[in-house]
């Protein structure tokens, strides 16, 4: 005979145990029983009784009666690295503090994936989308308009909703500057043929990134050349791939690298690992993401931090607005020296003894 699991409680099994009525249970269990002066003794004992037989909330269910299944999405491009994980942490902390549930989801930076995953989110009558780093945010929010999903781009911005994003421009210049003032006390200044950017794709991130490198290296050094920009896309094969052939060229990899995300500095560790310390010996690299191991390497990383907690702040912020307009809102990053290792999402959680 098969076994027949334990019915799940209801909030009609919690009123005839209570021997309050069902609307009573139901303020009581979705936060509303003070605004309709349920005595608090009252609202514990239906508590207590909703932890006893393992009552959950079917949100399907409530979705349908009240148009707000209490879901909100973040969809991102990948999930392993710091930056993004960083975000999800944050992410999630935020919408738990506003008693709804997180749903976080990548698409792999890919535009078909994005959309097919969006319409999953959205028959399960999600509440708000959060779409970061999207490769076609303008299509993503054409799905949820015809939804009627409230959503904002984070990252990388659309034209057709709310935007937060990083100071792209100013975060490269910053980068590229510490990068060149390595060098005020070296026996030999450094060229500008000796300083590369490596990695990024065509996207608005990028091509800010390359923008605010140019601009500040023409300033200090004088010159730049369209040589010195290696778009590898975000692939540590890629650009792995893209430093053998510079070696190979040139026997030697510049003494300068603006290294364009932890993806494509992935791709400069790799190679490392195939060559002998001497190759990158006197070397300076400045990575346009954070991760603290990067900055304990045996040779200088100097990184930007991008600020996801402040973005999205911002982002919950504007998504409160019934009609926010369709602008870019720019977040400062933040210079990160050599030998350091910042606090992060994480440390927000609580310590739990053994």
Not at 2 to 29: F, N
Not at 111 to 131: G, K, N, R
Not at 226 to 253: V, W
Not at 316 to 342: C, G, N, Y
Request: contains cysteine; negative net charge.
């Amino acid at each position: 005979m098969k076994h027949q699991g334990k019915k799940k409680a209801t909030i009609y099994d919690l009123s005839v145990l209570s021997g309050c009525s069902a609307s009573t249970v139901s303020a009581v269990l979705n936060g509303t029983w003070r605004k309709r002066r349920i005595k608090e003794s009252t609202a514990e004992l239906i508590q207590d009784l909703a932890e006893q037989h393992q009552y959950t909330a079917n949100l399907q269910a409530r979705g349908l009666r009240s148009s707000r299944s209490g879901l909100v999405g973040l969809l991102l491009p990948v999930h392993d690295n710091r930056y993004f994980s960083s975000m999800a942490q944050t992410f999630e902390a935020q919408v738990r503090s506003h008693g709804k549930c997180p749903v976080v989801v990548s698409a792999s930076r890919d535009p078909q994936e994005e959309l097919a995953t969006v319409a999953t989110l959205i028959s399960y009558s999600i509440d708000e989308l959060f779409i970061a780093g999207a490769t076609d945010p303008d299509s993503v929010h054409d799905l949820c308009d015809a939804a009627g999903i409230r959503h904002i781009n984070i990252d990388l911005p659309g034209t057709k909703a709310p935007s937060v994003i990083s100071d792209n421009y100013q975060g490269a210049r910053m980068l590229t500057q510490a990068i060149i003032k390595r060098f005020d006390d070296a026996a030999m200044p450094l060229e500008p043929e000796e300083l590369f950017l490596f990695g990024g794709r065509n996207d608005h991130a990028s091509r800010e990134r390359i923008k605010g490198f140019r601009d500040i290296k023409t300033e200090l050094l004088g010159h730049d050349s369209d040589a010195c920009i290696q778009p590898t896309g975000y692939s540590p094969n890629m650009t792995q791939k893209a430093f053998e052939a510079f070696y190979e060229r040139e026997g030697k990899l510049p003494r300068g690298l603006f290294i364009n995300s932890s993806i494509n500095f992935e791709g400069l560790l790799r190679f490392m690992a195939q060559h002998p310390h001497e190759t990158f010996a006197d070397i300076v690299v400045g990575c346009y993401d954070y991760d603290p191991f990067g900055s304990f390497l045996p040779f200088p990383v100097i990184m930007i931090r991008q600020d996801s907690e402040s973005m999205l702040a911002k982002a919950f912020e504007l998504i409160e607005e019934v009609r926010p307009a369709v602008k870019i809102h720019l977040i400062q990053p933040e210079l990160v020296h050599p030998r350091t290792a910042l606090k992060g999402p994480l440390d927000s959680i609580r310590d739990i003894d053994a």
